[in-house]
């Protein structure tokens, strides 16, 4: 059975009483708009926890004004259905102002990790995510938090913040789903008109161009990103950045790197994509 | 039997081990240099869990360069003796570099009420403050935490922390314990030469005759406040600030206060001292 709760109370005694009867809480924080992406997140909990909460909630403190928070997809009943079938324990559905009352004034943030990729142009964005996922950290009480690595930088910084603040957590980073033509799943992909969805490809085109090269040997970070940048610049209106960076720190990778994270963050028309794949680790897209 | 470890990892355990056990963890964190008001949080915590936690950890991120981090009294041994002859059940003194490992970089900071008072004057003071006890709250998993109401602004932010970030434990706040003439218990009273401590009566002085004009039915802030300082100013060398706000928003109190916080911060020397009352609710120092 699914129950849905509202309240953060109701939430958090749900959680004390799973706990209290010896259940291993699995979390699944989401924005709804829930796709197979999701889905594979409350999958992979299953192996962490035999209680699976999820929770649904558009955090406004992750939207800077000129985003999508308004226009963000909302498709409730769906989600709840799609978290019933999948044998989700407990939905957390919380308003805005239950998790923000008036006299909030708390802020999380991490340091380095936010400040490029994503950081660079979302600056308020990762602030956002890192006070919303301690509250629901708080709130829930899990083992093991799950998080799709499509967001990679925002399962980095997650990461960091559950070591950093001594929350006994996993914090599990889970592998990107993607259609057959190897688009990856977004709740924002709805927003892409047939030839931008055409379009869209050029990121894969990208990623599997750095892939293949990295299997021919080139060790150039530099090439390797020019290689992905290249058709990511032929299909898309605007580019935000193509990054090939050391898939720990996020800095420069050394010379003749081991693993090579290459990420990208572009637009179509008022579309924000943003994809990656880590070299040396990951599938080719 | 005091159990003392060094181990964050430890710490933990040894918390969660007393849950298992079914003990309500209670918490008391010190800086050390421990005086009969941290003994006064021992007890309280008492009356609110029965596995009593102090830790003993001198924070640096709350110190600014050109504070007292270095000469901070460290009476570690008669420290743990006292916490013993308390029955305090665990005390966790752990290193720095355990506490911020060299990747550390996430900050837990708290918004309007970390500005004012003590705000002013240390900028960097309530960041540091406020991330270690998260820290602590999340290694302990306590039900209730003890803080002494001579750091008052202190405890106003660490309540806010709590409810902002969804912690679910009970923020007390301990009335301050007075030496005979007045003063109010501090570690850094040890600092002061004879001449010196003579002189901190001013602060006293100053609350007093705030408290008296009160109970005579002054409701004027600002008449209150200029009583307080001037009993202050004639004995300090400098005075950071002599405030009379509300006792909940630390902002501006309304007209005819029914409760006012007069607060106070000053230098005898290279000491500084601070001290408060609240005025319609505690007793007269």
Same mark, same amino acid.
């Given at each position: 059975?699914?129950?849905?709760?509202?309240?953060?109370?109701?939430?958090?005694?749900?959680?004390?009483?799973? #706990?209290?009867?010896?259940?291993?809480?699995?979390?699944?924080?989401?924005?709804?708009?829930?796709?197979?992406?999701?889905?594979?997140?409350?999958?992979?909990?299953?192996?962490?926890?035999?209680?699976?909460?999820?929770?649904?909630?558009?955090?406004?403190?992750?939207?800077?004004?000129?985003?999508?928070?308004?226009?963000? /997809?909302?498709?409730?009943?769906?989600?709840?259905?799609?978290?019933?079938?999948?044998?989700?324990?407990?939905?957390?559905?919380?308003?805005?102002?239950?998790?923000?009352?008036?006299?909030?004034?708390?802020?999380?943030?991490?340091?380095?990790?936010?400040?490029?990729?994503?950081?660079?142009?979302? /600056?308020?964005?990762?602030?956002?995510?890192?006070?919303?996922?301690?509250?629901?950290?708080?709130?829930?009480?899990?083992?093991?938090?799950?998080?799709? #690595?499509?967001?990679?930088?925002?399962?980095?910084?997650?990461?960091?913040?559950?070591?950093?603040?001594?929350?006994?957590?996993?914090?599990?980073?889970?592998?990107?789903?993607?259609?057959?033509?190897?688009?990856?799943?977004?709740?924002?992909? #709805?927003?892409?008109?047939?030839?931008?969805?055409?379009?869209?490809?050029?990121?894969?085109?990208?990623?599997?161009?750095?892939?293949?090269?990295?299997?021919?040997?080139?060790?150039?970070?530099?090439?390797?990103?020019?290689?992905?940048?290249?058709?990511?610049?032929?299909?898309?209106?605007?580019?935000?950045?193509?990054?090939?960076?050391?898939?720990?720190?996020?800095?420069?990778?050394?010379?003749? /790197?081991?693993?090579?994270?290459?990420?990208?963050?572009?637009?179509?028309?008022?579309?924000?994509?943003?994809?990656?794949?880590?070299?040396?680790?990951? /599938?080719?897209?």
């Amino acid at each position: 059975m699914t129950t849905v709760v509202r309240e953060p109370a109701d939430f958090r005694q749900a959680c004390d009483d799973a #706990r209290t009867s010896s259940h291993r809480v699995g979390l699944v924080p989401t924005m709804g708009a829930l796709h197979r992406g999701h889905f594979s997140l409350i999958d992979e909990a299953r192996k962490h926890a035999d209680f699976i909460a999820a929770t649904i909630f558009v955090n406004p403190l992750q939207f800077a004004p000129d985003e999508d928070l308004d226009r963000y /997809p909302r498709t409730f009943e769906s989600d709840v259905s799609g978290c019933r079938e999948r044998g989700v324990d407990l939905v957390f559905a919380p308003e805005p102002e239950s998790m923000y009352p008036a006299q909030f004034q708390t802020q999380v943030s991490v340091g380095e990790l936010t400040k490029p990729l994503e950081g660079e142009f979302r /600056p308020a964005h990762f602030d956002g995510v890192t006070t919303v996922v301690a509250k629901l950290f708080n709130l829930t009480g899990p083992c093991a938090a799950m998080f799709g #690595r499509k967001d990679y930088q925002q399962w980095k910084i997650l990461s960091r913040l559950a070591l950093d603040l001594d929350m006994p957590i996993e914090v599990v980073g889970c592998p990107i789903v993607r259609e057959p033509d190897g688009l990856a799943l977004s709740s924002r992909n #709805r927003y892409l008109s047939a030839s931008e969805r055409e379009r869209a490809l050029g990121i894969v085109s990208g990623l599997r161009r750095a892939c293949d090269a990295w299997t021919e040997g080139e060790r150039s970070s530099d090439m390797l990103r020019s290689l992905a940048g290249e058709q990511v610049r032929s299909e898309f209106d605007r580019v935000d950045y193509v990054a090939a960076v050391d898939p720990d720190t996020l800095l420069t990778a050394v010379a003749q /790197p081991t693993r090579l994270l290459i990420a990208v963050a572009a637009h179509l028309g008022t579309t924000r994509l943003i994809d990656n794949v880590v070299l040396g680790e990951d /599938p080719r897209p």
